[in-house]
């Protein structure tokens, strides 16, 4: 039997999409926003690539715009108060490195963690997203690749001074990402993403981004398992 049949149909006016959608459409709302002051902050700390930086962070805010935009097609109100303690603790760390100038933590939070966890977000979403949103999201992961490549790149160019900080910053925010996506799986599946599909896509981005910077197979793996069980 195909596939679809086997879907269930997703109401996009129902209550209970509703409700989901408006923690995580939040979510994604304080996550661009986070983002763009991230790219601010990388502006600064990063005199060489400034111009670039600050470019990065303008996409991020036509990514907030975009998926207000998303919300207010729903007419759902998200729930900022819920997106704000959502990213708590992976905002305090970025703000910590930033204040002792340890860029290359900066970038692992960003343009590692934070951007893969956007592209298998959006990845997944795209297909089962309504049209309006479904249009905006497309557009949107397209720049996302952009920014992890930007991370990618300045982190393989600098590899060994990097290779220490890197895999303690890993160590540090990695298990936060799998407690995030654990406190939204409910709200996902509501969406008709599954934690599953999220976490492979994740490991898949993030994998493929380690070994472009320069770490062994053997080093992803070691990395990649830093808090799955959390
Ligand atoms: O670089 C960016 O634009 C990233 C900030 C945006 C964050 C996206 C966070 C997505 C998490 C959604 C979880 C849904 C299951
Ligand atoms: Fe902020
Ligand atoms: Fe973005
Ligand atoms: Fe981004």
């Given at each position: ?70 919300g207010r097609n729903l007419s759902v109100e998200p729930d900022m108060a819920f997106a ?65 490549n930007f991370g990618e790149e300045w982190l393989k ?74």
């Amino acid at each position: 039997m195909p596939q679809l049949e086997l879907t269930p149909e997703l109401d996009y006016q129902s209550a209970v999409y509703k409700d989901a959608y408006s923690r995580i459409n939040a979510i994604v709302i304080e996550g661009e926003e986070e983002a763009f002051d991230n790219y601010q902050r990388l502006a600064e700390l990063m005199p060489d690539h400034k111009d670039q930086l600050i470019g990065l962070s303008k996409m991020e805010s036509r990514h907030k715009k975009g998926f207000q935009a998303c919300g207010r097609n729903l007419s759902v109100e998200p729930d900022m108060a819920f997106a704000k303690e959502f990213f708590a603790d992976l905002h305090r760390n970025f703000q910590e490195a930033a204040a002792q100038g340890k860029i290359v933590t900066c970038l692992l939070i960003q343009s590692l963690i934070i951007e893969c966890f956007a592209i298998s977000a959006y990845n997944i979403y795209i297909p089962v997203a309504d049209d309006f949103a479904r249009k905006i999201t497309e557009g949107v992961v397209k720049d996302e690749y952009l920014h992890l490549n930007f991370g990618e790149e300045w982190l393989k160019a600098n590899f060994e001074a990097s290779k220490a900080e890197l895999e303690e910053a890993n160590k540090q925010n990695l298990p936060l990402v799998w407690r995030m996506l654990n406190q939204v799986e409910n709200d996902a599946k509501e969406l008709g993403m599954e934690k599953e599909a999220l976490v492979e896509d994740f490991m898949i981005s993030y994998g493929e981004a380690l070994s472009n910077i320069g770490f062994t197979t053997r080093d992803i793996m070691r990395m990649s398992a830093y808090g799955l069980s959390a």
